[in-house]
Antibody
Framework: VQLVESGGGVVQPGRSMRLACVAS????????MHWVRQAPGKGLEWVAY????????KYLESVRGRFTISRDNAKKTLYLQMNSLRAEDTAVYYC???????????WGQGTLVTVSS | EIVLTQSPATLSLSPGERATLSCRAS??????LAWYQQKPGQAPRLLIY???TRATGIPARFSGSGSETDFTLTISSLEPEDFALYYC??????????FGQGARLEIK
């Protein structure tokens, strides 16, 4: 099992960024997937979730309406579209595979998003 | 929203000693609790789920216990590689799937 995130970098407040997470080593289309973030020196914070077929999606309240999680099972890729970014969105963003309903058994290495002018 | 509070924030022990980390939930979460280990620069690793079930490949020195609001992660005899950050996480409510603030296990 491998999850590889990409798309992070430095972005100005109010701008947009899209993260991607490419999966391999398992049947991607059979698993729910999550995004979890970690601000520098801080703890873990769950951000968003998408069912295996994309039919159910949940968000952290502070990102709802600004972030959109999606997936392309044919490409084995998970996405996080982040709009209207704020300084407080600065974090390492991990994608994680769901295990036993809302635990996380495999994680990517993370991609750093820095929101700064 | 369910709040998880971990204690102590930092635990200083020596290799070979027994470590006990606690996680308290603001309301009952049955046994829907997991523990993760995170080392610097690495992603978290699932250790324990459903309060007491070890994840695949996790050594037997790691054990979890508790239910409702009070949970414990025990490391029976610390190995050098066990010094890290530990997080608890609940899945009782579907969202948000909150984490504790973390506890640092450091070498004394």
């Amino acid at each position: 099992v491998q999850l590889v995130e990409s798309g992070g970098g430095v972005v100005q407040p109010g701008r947009s960024m899209r993260l991607a997470c490419v999966a391999s080593g398992f049947t991607f289309g059979s698993y729910g997937m999550h995004w979890v973030r970690q601000a520098p020196g801080k703890g873990l914070e769950w951000v968003a979730y998408i069912w295996f077929d994309g039919s159910n999606i949940k968000y952290l309240e502070s990102v709802r309406g600004r972030f959109t999680i999606s997936r392309d099972n044919a490409k084995k890729t998970l996405y996080l579209q982040m709009n209207s970014l704020r300084a407080e969105d600065t974090a390492v963003y991990y994608c994680a595979r769901e295990f036993e309903e809302f635990y996380f058994d495999y994680w990517g290495q993370g991609t750093l998003v820095t929101v700064s002018s | 929203e369910i709040v998880l509070t971990q204690s102590p924030a930092t635990l200083s022990l020596s290799p070979g000693e027994r470590a006990t980390l606690s996680c308290r939930a603001s309301q009952s979460i049955s046994d829907y609790l997991a523990w993760y280990q995170q080392k610097p620069g690495q992603a978290p690793r699932l250790l324990i789920y459903d309060a007491s079930t070890r994840a695949t490949g996790i050594p037997a020195r790691f054990s979890g216990s508790g239910s409702e609001t009070d949970f414990t992660l025990t490391i029976s005899s610390l190995e050098p590689e066990d010094f890290a950050l530990y997080y608890c996480q609940q899945r009782f409510n579907r969202a948000p799937h909150s984490f504790g603030q973390g506890a640092r296990l450091e070498i004394k």
